[in-house]
């Protein structure tokens, strides 16, 4: 659904969430991948514990490396790819968020970008804008939430800091990874992380469709029909 009138600086996010939709697509499919190297990868170091690792260090385990680096890298691509598009259609969502509800906006526009790039900050700021974003984007905003509730904002979120948590203690674990039972362990961190990841991509392709179709629908109306 497209915007069906000018509305002061309201510009549509549709054609953008359908990129993100499709990067994070492939973020999954990277997952997916990633989850098949590491089984590949557990099932190669037997269930031996306490091995040394060079008693693996044959051209199985060598394929079970490069399989683990190419899933990394698969894995690098696109998350990057699918970032970079997701700022760009978040920023736009803020945008129009500020014509919706200018007064129910805590941040400037920039903080939509700004925010992912702080440290330590970005674990909570660009939630808050995606906060101040979905209650713009609501019917009424100042009033009570019908059908609209942000559960799903609050879901993917915690999928998304989870991910990220985990998947560097999974970095380590196999960096560091001296044996059999020291690599099964690493392996297992690494489906569980691409599991998690898997559930926080779906979450937030449900985000994107869904705030996108409630800004589309309100565009329609134009942004002050809502009385405060």
């Known amino acids: ?6 509305t002061s600086a309201l510009r549509s996010p549709v054609g953008l969430s359908y ?3 499709a990067l994070l697509s492939c973020v999954i499919v990277a ?7 590491s089984v590949n990868l557990r099932g190669v170091v ?11 260090a044959d051209e199985d385990l060598e394929r079970a490396d490069v399989l683990i680096a190419a899933a990394g890298v ?3 691509i696109g998350l990057l790819a699918a970032a970079v598009v997701f700022v760009i259609w978040f920023h736009r969502v803020r945008i129009n968020a500020g014509e919706f509800a200018p007064d129910l906006q805590s941040r400037g526009p920039g903080w939509a970008i700004g925010g992912w790039f702080i440290p330590i900050g970005n674990l909570w700021i660009p939630r808050g804008v995606a906060g101040d974003i979905w209650r713009a984007s609501r019917q009424d905003p100042y009033g009570r939430s019908k059908g609209e ?4 904002l609050n879901a993917w979120w915690t999928a ?10 999974a970095d380590r674990q196999y960096d560091d990874a001296k044996t059999a039972e020291a690599l099964r362990t690493a392996a297992n961190a690494f489906i569980g992380t691409d599991l998690v990841d898997i559930v926080a991509a779906l979450l937030a392709i449900l985000v994107v469709r869904r705030l996108t179709r409630m800004q589309s629908v309100k565009a329609v109306r134009g942004p002050r029909e809502v009385a405060v």
């Open 46 to 56: 037997g269930p031996l514990p306490g091995d040394r690792f060079q008693v693996f």
């Open 31 to 37: 997952d997916l991948f990633s989850v098949f190297a």
């Open 160 to 169: 998304w800091i989870i991910s990220m948590l985990i998947d560097r203690v």
């Open 149 to 152: 509730s942000q559960a799903v």
């Open 74 to 76: 698969a894995q690098s």
């Open 19 to 21: 990129a993100v939709v």
């Open 1 to 6: 659904m497209g915007y069906s009138r000018p």
